[in-house]
């Protein structure tokens, strides 16, 4: 039986935002409304994380996914909105994808739910390390030379890379 309480209700609010901005990114037809539905979604993610008691992932999701990326998801696009006049093509293999994201959800659905509520020993929970890294060590994960500093620093190259190629191609259609 479901316990009704603050974080049940909580839980279903941000399962709401996570399902709903999720199935208007993919069903909307305008970039910027997707990108808006994007934004819901990454929200609803920070939400679980707070639910979880892991404000720091929390505070990183809205910080870098909501307040990074997606505005720089939404510029792109404002940038470059001459692009988005493209003629309506019809894909006529929507039932393949329909097929394989209904294969994904059964598989994905049967590798969380057998492990919790079953007791096949195919599926049975290896138990959970002794070690447990801290937010110190996350933090000095980060930016020590020898781990992963330069994963960080390439990431971080590739989005300006890319603001500036939109930028450039806003102003080429300009002309």
């Not at 059964?106 to 002794?130: D, H, K, R, Y």
Request: hydrophobic share 60%; with cysteine; proline share 2%.
């Amino acid at each position: 039986m479901i316990e009704l309480n603050a974080s049940s209700f909580a839980f279903f609010v941000f399962s709401l935002c996570v399902l709903g901005g999720g199935l208007g990114v993919v069903t909307t037809r305008n970039l910027i409304h997707g990108a808006l539905y994007l934004i819901l979604s990454l929200f609803g993610v920070a939400g679980y994380f707070v639910l979880l008691s892991a404000p720091f992932l929390a505070a990183v999701q809205v910080l870098v996914y909501i307040g990074a990326i997606s505005i720089l998801i939404v510029f792109a696009v404002m940038l470059t909105r001459s692009m988005t006049r493209l003629s309506e093509s019809l894909n006529h293999q929507w039932w393949l994808s329909a097929i394989v994201g209904g294969l994904l959800f059964v598989m994905l659905t049967v590798g969380v739910i057998l492990p919790i509520w079953g007791q096949n020993t195919a599926f049975s929970q290896q138990p959970v390390s002794e070690a447990v890294a801290t937010v110190a060590d996350l933090g000095v994960a980060l930016v020590d030379g020898n781990q992963y500093v330069l994963p960080f620093e390439v990431a971080s190259i590739l989005l300006t890379a890319a603001m500036v190629g939109a930028i450039v191609i806003a102003r080429d259609d300009e002309k």
